[in-house]
């Protein structure tokens, strides 16, 4: 009988389509949703030779996240605020929006799709995301989560040209090896996120800016 793994498929499973609403929030929080693909792509991508390296990097129960307390009125204004920005998106017009930390976790707690699998924390301009995601469309790893915290710089050196670069891999209890990371630095997130959603691949065009700096993500859309 053959010991080889479970074919690894080269790209995150799809995500299910959940309207305008769900587009727009992948444009606002592109690199909320980059970091939940990145963790995909930690045993999506490599080789089969990492297998059993990586399935030794998840676990078989989820990670408790720190919850947001915010009082009506801050979450009240932050929505408004959001609600606004996506507007200006969906009517394709120039858009210009700046969160801090609390004000994305607020958000992400408001999505069906983020809530209780990622918390983000902005170190200076380092994108730190605590995740807990269930890895069941993944072959091989049914049953299974990678928690952790990822971190990354994000750059923009033109419109539409995101840039995500790996910057730090924590993983409870384990020592990760440099030569780990450095091999997921080599994965082109961006290149798979286009490749895997024609309706992203089109929001990531838009982006004229990303900047992530003073404990704040700014991000900028030109217009059609």
Request: charged share 25%; proline share 8%.
């Amino acid at each position: 009988m053959s010991t080889a793994p479970p074919p690894v498929p080269t790209a995150p499973p799809p995500m299910p389509e959940e309207g305008n609403e769900r587009s727009c929030l992948k444009v606002g929080c592109c690199a909320c949703g980059a970091l939940l693909l990145l963790a995909v792509l930690l045993v999506g991508g490599g080789a089969w030779s990492m297998y059993s390296k990586v399935k030794g990097y998840t676990q078989e129960a989820p990670m408790e996240l720190p919850l947001i307390q915010v009082d009506d009125a801050q979450r009240e204004e932050v929505r408004q605020r959001w609600a606004a920005y996506q507007q200006s998106a969906q009517a394709g017009d120039a858009a210009e929006i700046e969160l801090t930390s609390d004000e994305i976790n607020m958000l992400i707690s408001d999505s069906e799709q983020l809530s209780g699998k990622m918390h983000v924390e902005i170190v200076d301009d380092v994108f730190n995301v605590d995740c807990s995601v269930p890895l069941d469309e993944v072959p091989g790893f049914g049953g299974r989560y990678f928690n952790g915290r990822v971190g990354f710089e994000a750059s923009t050196p033109s419109p539409g040209d995101l840039e995500l670069t790996l910057v730090s891999l924590d993983i409870p209890g384990i020592d990760v090896p440099p030569e780990f990371i450095s091999e997921m630095r080599k994965q082109d997130l961006v290149g798979q996120m286009r490749a895997q959603d024609p309706n992203l691949r089109d929001a990531l065009d838009k982006i004229e800016e990303l900047v992530v700096a003073d404990g704040k993500v700014r991000l900028v859309l030109n217009s059609n």
